[in-house]
């Protein structure tokens, strides 16, 4: 094979689109089946980006609301009529198990249905894939632990209270979810930036597309683990709404701080709720300053801006085992290449790719497509990956 593609998302698909438009043979792995990290969400999910967001490669959102928000199975339903409509070449429930470098300078792509040979090797598996547990090992045995990858609904959770460690969007969304339905609900917060969810009459994405924002490479970032902060805090339930630290408390969910571990019959938590949401707010003023500034430069009008309400950081500093019944891991995935590609080196401290656009500077033949950051902040969204996959389809192409 000249190339081979691991992963059959938005990356993987939208990538298989750009190597057909030029002509370059290619095959497309995939362990599950079309959109498989989609359909492992809960049933309940839903896009936090627009529909309109949905901005793949000959494939643009192309329904009757445009401002939704996409639910689970509806994006499955879109990625397969996708990977139909560009014929992408698709091999589904086929797992790698190991990769190695070939004799003639390629590699070696190792399958539970035999070898396969490749000139070049394009990783679209994910932006993050190992989940972040700190301290995990120190909670009792009895409490039922889950990651988010895990969570399906609330009937699914035992009764009784609830800890979600992770206050980004999956961890508020999942915070709102089941204290709606009747779980004693604390959240373990830690540093996330929020917006709302709409200015203006607009979506707080257009204006996160109109600023620049979403175009913001990880330069712009203070510095490169800032990647791994968590996104905006938002929801696209019910229409969309707003989803903060202060939407949560005011639902009556119980915000703590940053989870320490346990000990002695009791969950400990920081006392750095204050510095948390003092990062968000500060966060989103740096986000309305763009906004000002964008709509002054082009002479459009202000939206109306009211800053945040006084907050009570007030919270105790542990809480008995007994009150949980169950944990729910929120803390966000890593990357994990090394998990699984022999080239250690060819990954920074924190698991991502070293690369130029896409194209590893360590290992000669190997690219990534759909990392978070890759080359701007929407590189693993749908509105941003396909900007990408024709950067590396071109230099595949042209090698």
């Known amino acids: ?31 599950g089946r079309v959109g498989e990290s989609w359909r492992g969400r809960w049933d309940s999910f839903c896009l936090v980006t627009p529909n309109w967001t949905v901005q793949l490669p000959d494939g643009h959102y192309d329904g009757d609301d445009p401002d939704g928000f996409l639910l689970r199975d509806e ?14 070449p698709v091999r589904e429930g086929l797992a790698v198990e190991a990769v190695e470098r070939g004799d003639d300078g390629g590699f070696v792509v190792t399958t539970d249905a035999g070898p396969i040979h490749a000139r070049r090797l394009a990783v679209a598996s994910g932006a993050y894939q190992a989940p972040h547990r700190p301290h995990g090992e120190t909670l009792p045995a009895s409490l039922h632990q889950l990651d988010v990858a895990a969570y399906r609904n609330p009937a699914a959770v035992p009764e009784g209270g609830v800890l979600i460690i992770g206050s980004g969007q999956s961890g508020g969304q999942l915070a709102e979810e089941l204290h709606a339905t009747g779980h004693d609900v604390v959240l373990a917060c830690g540093r996330a930036p929020w917006v709302p969810r709409r200015l203006g009459g607009r979506d707080v994405v257009w204006w996160a597309n ?3 924002f979403l175009d913001q490479p990880v330069e712009a970032l203070p510095h490169p683990s800032a990647r791994l902060v968590a996104n905006l805090q938002n929801s696209g339930r019910g229409g969309g709404h707003d989803l903060n630290y202060r939407t949560l408390r005011a639902q ?3 915000l703590v701080g940053r989870f320490l ?13 204050a510095a948390s949401v003092a990062f968000g707010d500060a966060q989103y003023h740096e986000f309305m300053g763009a906004v000002r500034r964008h709509t002054a430069a082009h002479g459009m009008e202000m939206p109306p801006l009211e800053d945040p309400p006084p907050f009570d950081p007030a919270t105790p500093a542990s809480l008995p ?13 890593r990357p994990a290449y090394r998990s699984w590609l022999p080239w250690p080196d060819a990954f920074d401290a924190d698991g991502f790719p070293i690369h130029r656009d896409g194209q590893s500077t360590v290992v000669p033949g190997l690219h990534f497509v759909g990392v978070h950051f890759l080359r701007k902040r929407k590189s693993s969204l749908l509105i941003g990956v396909g900007e990408d996959a024709a950067i590396v389809a071109g230099d595949i192409a042209a090698a």
């Open 321 to 333: 085992h007994d009150r949980f019944a169950s944990v729910i891991w929120a803390g966000g995935y």
């Open 1 to 31: 094979m000249n190339v081979l593609v691991v992963g059959a998302g938005q990356a993987g698909l939208a990538l298989s689109a750009e190597l057909g438009r030029r002509g370059v043979e290619h095959l497309v792995l995939e362990r």
């Open 210 to 212: 109109e600023v620049g």
């Open 75 to 88: 994006i499955v339903a879109f990625l397969e009529r996708y990977a139909a409509r560009i014929g992408a």
């Open 261 to 273: 571990g346990a000990d002695d019959g009791r969950v400990h938590f920081a006392d750095d709720l």
């Open 252 to 254: 009556g969910i119980q």
